[in-house]
């Protein structure tokens, strides 16, 4: 199999700043723009205390594209009322991201380890039915983000690309599709054929990349820099980019050891990696 070509600019490069954790929105934003990135993910929790409004023309004015906000979901539960607190927070978020500019919200599903995932997957359906208009009023997309089954007790009861897209089908709007991570979904012998159909459903929204480090010391903050791992990203994305989908590659990296470091060296090893092995 042909492999993709070796990135030589940074024309597709977004990151999280939940990657660069130790940063302000500010700080991110020109950090970003001045190592020649062109896109920005959004986590909420950058926004706190901020004007919204105000960050959004920040980022515009330095040259970047918003290209989601982080993160919606964790609509699952068995108390009504924390299903109830879950939409709220939702529609904030699409609020939010209105206020932004930003075109996506990034859904990390939920579950609760005291019901059935099947019950689970039917709140967060019937969770991401009920924003749904909301959404769509504001012109926000929204995109299920499954996650590797480690997480199904509490993060997400949505762990392969497969459940993902069928649960786009069975919603069946515009508005709703897939964050494809491939920390969550490298695993999956269905992955390629999922990929496939995901891009035939014109469901793909969104590619996250980052890397699985053997062995891993914490299943949550040791994620890796591309390349570090074992996760064959180049191959994945040529299947991604095989369904027409030309967005950004999205890094995304929670690890306690790169949020140690100095930032502006990291974000150096970020670019050097992604030009490498993405």
Known sequence: MTMPRQIQDLSRLCIHTITTKPWSIEEAIDRYAEAGVKGITVWRDTLEGRDVSEIGDRVRSNGLEIVSLCRGGFFPSSDSQERSKALDDNREAITEAQALGAPLIVLVCGADPHQPLSESRKQIRDGIESVLPEAEAAGVKLAI???????????SA????QQANDMCVQIDSPWVGVALD???????PNLESETKRCGELGKLFAFHVCDWKSPTEDMLLDR????????PIREIRGWVESTGFSGYSEVEIFSNRYWE?????????????YKRNV
């Open 145 to 155: 983000e499954p996650l590797h089954p480690m997480y199904a007790d509490t993060r």
């Open 158 to 161: 949505v762990n392969t690309l």
């Open 182 to 188: 491939v920390y969550h979904l490298w695993w999956d």
């Open 224 to 231: 890796g820099l591309m390349g570090e791992g074992c996760i």
């Open 261 to 273: 470091i100095d930032q502006d060296h990291f974000l150096k090893q970020i670019i050097e990696a």
